[in-house]
């Protein structure tokens, strides 16, 4: 089964907001971003809003496509496959760029969220979906 999903990377200066789980199979850290599952008839941007406000009780204002991402992974012997849209947002609430971690009401999470810069991530730190950074460079803020 294919499954939809809308994301987004909030950027503050050179870091983007994510949270963090741990890989079933390494016990490993990695970092994932914000979002979540597009239910049937929603569209991918309504979907986006509805996970940030379930997942970090924070509205979003101006979201822009960035790009479409397709993720297949295996976990536990269980084949997934994701399209996801992934958008690039700001909050409506300035303040939230102040602050060092949002708590994310996400069961996956094992920590908040937290703003982490672009460069940290690698093969010890990775961040899923892949190819969301490649997506950034090639959309700089101007």
Do not use: K
Request: hydrophobic share 40%.
């Amino acid at each position: 089964m294919i499954r939809p999903r809308a994301i987004c990377l909030f950027r503050r200066e050179d870091s983007i907001l994510v949270a963090f789980g741990l890989d079933p199979r390494t016990g490993g850290q990695y970092a994932r971003t914000l979002g979540g599952g597009i239910e049937f008839g929603e569209r991918a941007e309504d979907a986006l809003r509805r996970e940030m406000r379930e997942e970090l009780a924070a509205d979003i204002r101006d979201p822009q496509l960035l790009g479409v991402l397709e993720n297949i992974f295996e976990i536990e012997r269980q084949r997934h496959h994701e399209i996801i849209f992934v958008f690039d947002a700001a909050f409506a609430d300035p303040a939230l760029y102040d602050r060092s971690e949002l708590p994310v009401n996400e069961s996956a999470c094992i920590a908040p969220a937290r703003w982490v810069p672009i460069d940290a991530f690698s093969d010890e730190l990775p961040v899923y979906p892949r190819g969301v950074i490649d997506l950034l460079r090639r959309n700089p803020r101007t």
